[in-house]
Structure formats: structure tokens, C-alpha cells
């Protein structure tokens, strides 16, 4: 019996279409943990103050009433006042801008053309670009450095590692991808090497090795780089950060206008793992304790007694390894290890009964206490389109088919009362839970 001839899919790929499910999966979810803490307001959380003018002014009490006393004779004590002081802070500019052609917007007009209109591809773009923008600024120190240069081959290639500007803070990849707008300057931001789009990223361990589009020429080791426009670059400034806040490692002294040098009780709780803590390799629930206890003592903002008002920031990492505690003493059904629910449909365990929030973006090796209701954002208008004058929040681009929008808000983070928050650097964490590859 002869072969029966069939019918393959070879023979037929001039009658086959492809079908096309609904399907649009994002490899890079959009996770701002941090962000959604503490962005909301309500009893318990962080306040909201409107700029305008010059600056947000406010008053510091840096010291007690002082000169009370007993005498037999009746004698009064000498008279004494607090010291007061004004700290203030301004506002910074965040924006993001997008550019597209007219024939994009028409031929993506269908659910049969596209799988998203451009109009709605561009709003989640620009939506999520402020969301990670946001969550830079809130983890850094108001410098913006995104990375440092450990090595240059060329003009062209470099490897940058330390994200935040803080050696041992992680993956250099952290805030560097392909496509951003970078300016490599030395390491005081005086001066710029010089500016390019970065081409291709390969990431090994906690180095990154870049591609720049255009040659940067004098890249040397320790240079710095920051986000850049062609006519300006990124440097100093960026809002305030849970580590300029928290003054990590003592470098940022002065916050406000307030200087912890000349007011110590300004300063906030700074503690090194291994030095102030039994072990840096250990994290364990007496750490937190004695940082929660200390913040206590030195602010009467008490953490151990109102637990919701704080917020433990950590890494993945880090979690990791208290949960391993737990488990080590076999605590299986205890607080330290019950989940509680956060803003953003995020999850947290507790410790002491504060939420302790894992955030990628965390600085390796760093745990942050902070107390919600003493930060607080200045800002001078909500999220919302550059208006072009004569066309709205979209604009011609000049000579050509095509538009230009732009958002912006001006925004800042703060703090009252510094002394309320505090942090423990330096913990050994090198399990990576990053969105670096």
C-alpha cells in the first residue's frame, strides 16, 4: 500500500495567519515598595505641607527646659529658655517627557493593530517612570549618583559598581539601563567627563559593565554617574532620602539648614553592625530592639510603644536572614514572624510589631527605622502635564509629523524631627533579590 500523502504545515504557510492572543506581559513589573508606604497620608502616617515662596520653614526645640531646683532658704533657680532653631527646605524639578510620531498614534488606533493604543502605551510609561523616579530619590541621599566608575577599558566602556554612591550598597546595574541619559563627572560633580545614552548593560555580581553610545573621554575611577539632559546634569539635585535623613554614616551632617554638628540632638541614631550590634553577619531582634529603644530615648518618639507609627526598611536579604533566626529558635508561631498588609497590596513581617518592608532597592547591608508622622512631603503641585503654551500638555515638535509631552511635580521629602529616625548599616548581605540580572 502506498505512503497517504498529507497535508504538512509546510505545505501551508501560505494559507496560515498568525493569531494573535491579548496577552502584554511587562518583564520589569513596576515595584515601589518603599514608595507606596510612605506616600500616604492618614493617622499614623506621613503629613503633607504645600511650598510656595521661598522655602517650608519650621521650628526645632534642640534643647530642654533647663535650671530647676530645691533650697531650704527658698532661693529661685536662675532663668533659662530652650534653644530654638529654623530648619527649611525647598522644593525639587522631576519630570518626564516622551516624543512621538502622528502615523504611531493612527496605527495603533485598533485592538486588531496594536496590542495598546500609543496614547495609553505613553500614559503607562510615563505613569511608571515617575513611580521609579520617585523610589530613586526616596531610598538615595539628594545627590542622585546613580553608580561609580571601578575601571574604564576606553572611552566608551566602563564598569560601575556601588549604587547610591555607597560602596558595598549593591548591584551597580541598580538604576542603570540601556536607553537612559547619563553624565559621568568626577567625583566631587564639579566636573563633567562628558554625556552620553547608554548602549548595552552586562551585569556579573555587584559590577555592571556599560556601553555608552557616544565617547566619554577622561573616565578615571571614582567618577560618578548621574542622570543628565543635554544642557544640564542630575547632581545635587535630587530630593531628600531615607539615607541623607537618616544621616548613614554620618556624612550628611546637615539637613534643612540644621547641622548635627552644632546640634547634636538634631542627629539621627546611626548604628554599624558589628559595632553597635553583636554581629554583622547575625541581624537578630535585639538589634532592632536596641535601635527602636535608642530612637525612644532620644526623641520620645517610641517605637516599642507605638509600633504603627514606624517602619522597618530592609532588603530582601536582610529578611532573609531574621526569618532564618526565627527558625533557628524554632519560633514558628510568634510576631516576629506574622505578615501584616500594607499600602499598595504589599506585605511585610513584623518585628516588635513594626512592619518590616523588603524593598529591592534597598542599599545592601541597610536597616531603617523611621517614624511616619515626623517626614513629610513638600510638594508645590500634584503629578500633572507641562502646559505648552497655545497647545496644552501636547506640543508640535518643530519640522516634523510628530508631538512632544512632558509631566512634571515639584516635590521634596522632609523631616521635623530627625532624632525620631535612625538606621544600622554595614550587615554582611549578599543574597541579590534585585530587578538587576
Known amino acids: ?6 497535508i504538512t504545515d509546510t505545505e501551508l504557510q501560505g494559507n496560515l495567519k498568525n493569531v494573535y492572543s491579548d496577552i502584554r506581559q511587562n518583564l520589569f513589573p513596576i515595584s515601589t515598595v518603599l514608595f507606596a508606604q510612605i506616600k500616604k497620608e492618614g493617622p499614623g502616617g506621613m503629613r503633607n505641607l504645600k511650598w510656595g515662596g521661598k522655602n517650608v520653614f519650621f521650628d526645632v526645640i534642640t534643647n530642654p527646659p533647663v535650671n530647676w531646683g530645691t533650697s531650704d532658704a527658698g532661693y529661685l533657680p536662675n532663668s533659662s529658655e530652650t534653644t530654638e532653631v529654623q530648619g527649611n527646605v525647598g522644593v525639587r524639578r522631576f519630570y518626564v517627557t516622551r516624543e512621538f510620531d502622528n502615523l504611531a498614534i493612527v496605527g495603533t488606533q485598533s485592538k486588531q493593530a496594536a496590542f495598546l493604543s500609543l496614547k495609553a502605551k505613553i500614559t503607562e510609561e510615563i505613569d511608571g517612570a515617575m513611580q521609579l523616579g520617585m523610589q530613586e530619590h526616596v531610598h538615595g541621599n539628594g545627590l542622585g549618583i546613580r553608580a561609580i566608575i571601578s575601571s574604564s577599558a576606553d572611552t566608551t566602556h566602563c564598569v560601575a559598581t556601588s549604587p547610591y554612591g555607597i560602596s558595598g550598597a549593591g548591584q551597580g546595574g541598580l538604576w542603570l539601563y540601556p536607553g537612559m541619559y547619563v553624565a559621568v563627572l568626577d567625583t566631587t560633580g564639579a566636573t563633567t567627563r562628558g554625556k552620553s545614552k547608554i548602549s548595552t548593560v552586562v551585569n556579573s555580581s555587584d559590577n555592571i559593565t556599560i556601553t555608552f553610545d557616544t565617547a566619554i573621554s577622561g573616565m578615571v575611577s571614582t567618577d560618578i554617574i548621574v542622570a543628565a ?3 544640564d546634569t542630575a547632581y545635587n539635585q535630587y530630593a531628600n532620602g531615607l539615607m541623607n535623613i537618616t544621616n548613614r554614616s554620618g556624612s550628611f551632617a546637615s539637613l534643612h539648614g540644621i547641622s548635627a554638628s552644632s546640634y547634636a540632638r538634631w542627629d539621627a541614631t546611626r548604628f554599624v553592625a558589628g559595632t553597635d550590634t553583636d554581629s554583622a553577619d547575625d541581624p537578630n531582634e535585639m538589634d532592632v530592639w536596641k535601635l527602636a529603644a535608642t530612637i525612644g530615648a532620644k526623641s520620645g518618639k517610641r517605637p516599642l510603644a ?6 522597618l526598611v530592609g532588603t530582601y536579604g536582610l529578611q532573609q536572614k531574621f526569618i532564618a533566626s526565627f527558625l533557628a529558635q524554632r519560633r514558628f508561631n510568634v510576631t516576629a514572624g506574622e505578615e501584616l498588609e500594607l499600602n499598595g497590596g504589599y506585605k511585610a513581617l513584623k518585628l516588635h510589631n513594626m512592619a518590616f518592608v523588603a524593598d529591592e532597592y534597598q542599599p545592601a547591608g541597610t536597616l531603617y527605622c ?3 508622622p515626623s517626614l513629610a512631603w513638600v510638594d508645590a503641585a500634584d503629578w500633572s502635564p507641562v502646559q505648552y503654551e497655545n497647545s496644552g500638555a501636547v506640543r508640535f515638535i ?10 512634571k511635580v515639584y516635590f521634596n521629602l522632609m523631616t521635623f524631627q530627625r532624632n525620631a529616625h535612625g538606621s544600622i548599616t ?4 549578599t543574597s541579590r533579590f534585585t530587578p538587576v540580572v
Do not use: C, W
Request: glycine letters at 6%; a negative charge; zero cysteines.
Open 426 to 429: 554595614g550587615y554582611t548581605d
Open 398 to 407: 518643530d519640522g516634523r509629523d510628530a508631538f512632544q509631552t512632558s509631566f
Open 306 to 311: 507605638n509600633p504603627d507609627e514606624f517602619l
Open 370 to 372: 523611621v517614624h511616619k
Open 1 to 6: 500500500m502506498a505512503n497517504p500523502i498529507l
Open 229 to 231: 539632559t543635554a544642557n
